[in-house]
């Protein structure tokens, strides 16, 4: 983030006030997203850096999983065939040390602290908080370099925005420096009153036994397969 925007984000701090649950926009639109199970989703997911990849994710296809292309080329057979056995293996493992399903889903409400909840900027169209993530998974030092920053639709009452990024290099394991890490998830209406994402994109850049590795993946493209969940 460079000092203007450093600069923008600290002056609003003055002038916004803290907010807590007498916020009725920032309740009503939080009330108003629902939880986004993966399962029920299909999309395309990019990957760049060491490997640049094209998969797409289908719920109700036999391979969930496809590999569209590898490094810009299509797959060759054999390629494919181990591809699919690293997904296979993936999903043991995943559901070993997660089988509850409740792990597929995304709850922008449950990774926000409201207490830290604080307004930054109110527009006509917009009103937008900072806050302090909760991400699951997250160890001590991931945790404490996270900031967190939302935008609202005030016309559609929905968060329009969901994003998170560090504020400092932390070390998530021994030898691994993560220096910047952003993740972006972009809502839109989908139908009347059901919001769901449009693109997530999470990008990260860490030294890893002293070798220095930029990832980036993007999530697009989704189409709805399964049944809209209220809850």
Same mark, same amino acid.
């Given at each position: ?57 289908? &719920?109700?296809? #036999?391979?969930?999983?496809?590999? /569209? ?5 299509? !797959? +060759?057979?054999?390629? $494919? ?17 997660? &089988?509850?399903? #409740?792990?597929?889903?995304?709850? /922008? ?5 409201? !207490? +830290?909840?604080?307004? $930054? ?111």
């Amino acid at each position: 983030m460079n000092k203007y925007v450093c600069f923008l984000f600290s002056l609003a701090t003055l002038i916004c006030p803290s907010v807590n649950a007498s916020d009725i926009l920032l309740n009503e639109a939080l009330s108003n997203m629902g939880a986004f199970d993966a399962q029920k989703w299909a999309y395309v997911l990019r990957t760049t850096g060491d490997e640049a990849r094209v998969e797409r994710h289908d &719920p109700v296809s #036999e391979y969930p999983w496809t590999l /569209v292309s590898l490094e810009g080329k299509r !797959p +060759s057979a054999r390629q $494919i065939e181990r591809y699919q056995d690293e997904k296979a293996a993936e999903l043991v493992e995943f559901q070993k040390s997660s &089988p509850d399903e #409740e792990v597929y889903r995304l709850d /922008v409400k449950q990774m926000i602290d409201l !207490p +830290s909840v604080t307004r $930054i900027h109110d527009s006509k169209a917009h009103t937008v908080y900072e806050f302090t993530p909760i991400v699951e998974g997250a160890g001590e030092a991931m945790s404490k370099v996270l900031k967190g920053k939302l935008s609202i639709n005030k016309n559609r009452r929905f968060v329009e925005i969901f994003e998170f990024e560090n504020t400092e290099s932390f070390s998530p394991m021994i030898a691994v420096e993560v220096s910047s890490m952003h993740t972006k998830i972009v809502f839109s209406e989908i139908s009347e009153g059901v919001f769901a994402p449009y693109s997530i994109s999470s990008r990260m850049e860490a030294v890893a036994m002293k070798f220095k590795k930029i990832r980036q993946l993007d999530q697009t493209n989704f189409e709805y397969l399964g049944l809209l969940d209220s809850d």
